[in-house]
């Protein structure tokens, strides 16, 4: 019989536009969040980071937004291009003593030329 | 620099073997490293984790016998997969605390059991 795998959800956006990723987080003592980039084959990627006493962060063409109240954590791209297609993984963490992250499911961005 | 290396990149072996897979932090040194497993179109999965000169931690349901880890250094941990099965076959990631809770990882390795 034919096998169905498992399927992340996909953002497909055009070529210079912004992406929004969304991400629920799921520990509320949970008080430092990390994106990061995966590329095929590839090991994640540090993206950006934002500690809990912060809601908002910039890098370069990245901002990350956090909503403690409704455990929300998004990743604006601006002007998405090409090579930031991947998927693209939230996590979070209990800083302190045995501190270690947790994944969420994950999102495949794909920029469309 | 937070530079993180892994060794082998790919390994395919035969069932029953067993397969060690290194993890390196190349220019800073890590008291913590951590392993993770990731199959295809899902997320990473801790595994356990490494501390330096110590027993490693392990996830619920990981088997400690099976996967056992060695941090003898603190740029150094290994993973050896013992009497490997093809379920054994995955991505298999390492990271390693920077600073500031900051995890770099590695490039990742696929194991392939035959």
């Known amino acids: 019989g034919e096998s169905v795998g498992l399927h992340l959800p996909t953002l497909s956006v055009q070529e210079g536009d912004n992406s929004i990723i969304n991400c629920a987080y799921s520990n509320s003592a949970s008080d430092y969040f990390i994106w990061y980039k995966q590329e095929s084959g590839k090991g994640p990627q540090f993206i950006i980071d934002i500690r809990s006493n912060m809601d908002k962060r910039q890098g370069q063409r990245v901002t990350v937004l956090l909503n403690k109240t409704v455990k929300h954590l998004s990743l604006q791209i601006a002007a998405t291009q090409p090579g930031d297609s991947a998927v693209y993984f939230c996590a979070e963490a209990v800083t302190g003593a045995n501190s270690k992250l947790t994944f969420g499911k994950g999102i495949t961005l794909s920029v469309r030329p | 620099g937070a530079v993180v290396s892994q060794h082998p990149s790919r390994v395919i072996c035969k069932s029953g073997t067993s397969v060690k897979i290194e993890c390196r932090s190349l220019?800073?040194?890590?008291?913590?490293m951590f392993w993770y497993r990731q199959f295809p179109k899902q997320s990473l999965m801790l595994m356990a984790t490494?501390?330096?000169?110590?027993?490693?931690?392990?996830e619920q349901g990981v088997e400690k016998d099976k996967f056992l880890i060695n941090h003898a250094s603190l740029t150094l941990s290994t993973l050896t997969v013992t009497s490997a099965h093809p379920e054994d076959s995955s991505f298999y990631i390492c990271s390693a605390d920077y600073v500031n809770y900051e995890q770099y990882f590695g490039p990742g390795t696929r194991l392939t059991v035959t």
């Open positions: 220019d800073f040194q890590a008291t913590t």
């Open positions: 490494s501390n330096e000169g110590s027993k490693a931690t392990y």
